[in-house]
């Protein structure tokens, strides 16, 4: 069935790159979404790519999709406090949206 | 752009009453509309799929009885927790398929989140 999965954690320092990553089995997805989720909030959508795409890059956001290893990423250039937050990444197929369990990203000061 | 409106956003009920939760799509009509629960701390689990007119379609182990879903119109679906219990007390958030696709090429929005304790 489809799975997508992350890290549970990452850590970094205010200004630095932050690189969060994320597998998934289904080949047959056609977008991948990264949500953010802050604290006691719903989902708001950073970024998706459509499947026949390598990279997408917007603003502080780049994308990268490896399609033949089902690899995909999100880098947050100069991470700021406010970049705290949990990050879903989420494939969709067959019409819905499968989530993997979100990485938590602390930025350090 | 599209914006998905989900009432209430936090409710209190007893144990053993039923609460229900709106999800409108504003400027929109969504052809379907997802319910997704997510537990503390853990990722979002898809409930239901419900399509406007017709019965909705529960993933594994959801019960269809317990949590009623109407998605009566082409903007509303409810989600209603029947015979509520602690244990349902979670986060629950809807999200929305435009029936036309944006310039930008996405066409799923969420809603808000309502966070529901059963006491």
């Known amino acids: 069935g489809e799975d997508v999965e992350q890290s549970l954690f990452l850590s970094v320092r205010e200004g630095d790159s932050s690189v969060i990553n994320c597998t998934y089995t289904d080949s047959s997805s056609t977008y991948l979404y990264w949500y953010k989720q802050e604290p006691g909030a719903g989902l708001q959508l950073l970024t998706y790519?459509?499947?026949?795409?390598d990279m997408k890059q917007d603003q502080r956001l780049t994308v990268l999709l490896n399609k033949k290893d089902k690899h995909l990423s999100l880098r947050i250039a100069d991470t700021q406090t406010g970049d705290s937050a949990i990050y879903f990444c989420?494939?969709?197929?067959?019409?819905?949206?499968?989530f993997g369990s979100g990485t938590r990203l602390l930025v350090r000061p | 752009g599209a914006v998905v409106s989900q009432h209430p956003s936090r409710v209190i009920c007893k144990s053993g009453t039923s609460v229900k939760i709106e999800c409108r799509s504003l400027?929109?009509?969504?052809?379907?509309m997802f319910w997704y629960r997510q537990f503390p701390k853990k990722s979002l689990m898809l409930m239901a799929t419900s399509n406007e007119g017709s019965k909705a379609t529960y993933e594994q182990g959801v019960e269809k009885d317990k949590f009623l879903i109407n998605h009566a119109s082409l903007t509303l679906s409810t989600l209603t927790v029947t015979s509520a219990h602690p244990e349902d007390s979670s986060f629950y958030i809807c999200?929305?398929?435009?029936?036309?696709?944006?310039?930008?090429?996405?066409?799923?929005?969420f809603g808000e989140g309502s966070w529901l304790t059963v006491v």
């Open positions: 989420a494939e969709s197929s067959s019409y819905k949206l499968i």
């Open positions: 999200s929305a398929r435009d029936r036309v696709v944006s310039v930008s090429g996405n066409t799923i929005y």
């Open positions: 400027d929109f009509q969504a052809t379907t």
């Open positions: 790519i459509f499947s026949n795409m």
